[in-house]
């Protein structure tokens, strides 16, 4: 890292009504987006459907760009760290879609979430984001009630479900890495349709060539709510939820954005609920609660002594 600094908004900018509102739309579709693939693996494997996303994901945000007339191609300093935001946009996703193949969608998107963790970690040493005892509360607490309303631990785990979790996990810290990457690079001073399209792009050979290793096919003409469950990742998901999550992460605190991330799973496991018949649990009102309380703690309004600005080394 070098000690280039941008300026970028302050670290403990407070999130507007807005970014909330916006946020608890990004949790709602990814609390979704698991349950999509899952829905789609019986007839996409899951590295193909990677894939797949990421190409039409790619062609959505050059059109974005090219309607905004946004320059996607122009010198400005931003390769070096948009190729490596890239390169761990795709391995995430190689653990992300492998790992739910040996664990269920609900415990998956519990051990994600050791991503707002690393991402509070990173932000003090490389951003400046300071958080203090109770916002480091409000995170544990966030993470209780998301383990709390899915059930782990759970009596019936073997090794093969272990692998799985240990594969989200490490989505979790790559997922983390790549927004620690966008808001501490010149990246952050580039759009959000040039920064995602730095990662789509460079996921799809990533992706493309995990999907070979493991002898993937797809052997019959997907079904009707495979093509719609691919449709909802690549639109909406990558085509509009995460440009937004970009244009977000351009202009607040990452260690806060990154906490209202904890309500993914709870949608999720809403979602899986009304969707495939998943039974909800008497804790899952409790653990709502802790995540709530959690999110109130780390975004609790006149808080003076978050987001105190350090210097920021830029990669």
Excluded at 40 to 47: E, F, H, M, R
Excluded at 100 to 116: D, G, I, N, Q
Excluded at 157 to 177: K, N, Q
Aim: glycine share 10%.
């Amino acid at each position: 890292m070098s000690s280039h600094r941008l300026n970028a908004a302050p670290a403990g900018r407070p999130l507007s009504p807005m970014a909330v509102i916006l946020m608890v739309m990004l949790c709602l579709s990814w609390g979704f987006n698991q349950i999509a693939i899952k829905l789609a693996l019986p007839d996409i494997p899951p590295l193909t459907q990677a894939t797949i996303r990421s190409i039409g994901g790619l062609l959505i945000i050059l059109l974005v760009a090219q309607v905004r007339r946004i320059p996607l191609f122009e010198r400005d300093g931003t390769l070096k760290a948009g190729l490596l935001a890239g390169l761990f946009f795709g391995f995430e996703f190689i653990m992300i879609y492998r790992g739910l193949l040996y664990t269920t969608a609900s415990r998956a998107v519990v051990f994600l979430y050791v991503a707002p963790f690393v991402v509070a970690l990173g932000s003090r040493r490389f951003l400046g984001e300071r958080l203090n005892s109770l916002q480091w509360s409000g995170l544990a607490l966030s993470f209780a009630g998301v383990a709390l309303a899915i059930g782990v631990p759970q009596p019936s785990v073997d090794a093969t479900v272990i692998l799985g979790d240990l594969m989200a996990v490490a989505a979790g810290i790559l997922w983390a890495v790549t927004t620690l990457i966008i808001k501490g690079s010149r990246l952050v001073q580039a759009s959000a349709e040039k920064a995602l399209a730095y990662q789509v792009a460079a996921s799809v050979p990533i992706l493309a060539l995990g999907a070979a290793l493991s002898g993937e096919a797809i052997t019959q003409m997907p079904g009707a709510v495979a093509l719609a469950s691919l449709a909802y990742q690549t639109l909406w998901v990558v085509g509009v939820t995460f440009l937004i999550w970009f244009f977000l992460i351009k202009s607040y605190s990452a260690s806060k954005l990154s906490s209202f991330t904890f309500m993914t799973p709870l949608f999720g496991v809403i979602g899986g609920h009304l969707i495939m018949g998943d039974p909800l649990s008497l804790a899952f009102a409790g653990a709502a609660l802790l995540v709530m309380a959690g999110l109130y703690l780390v975004n609790r309004p006149g808080d003076k002594t978050a987001g105190s600005r350090l210097p920021v080394t830029k990669i």
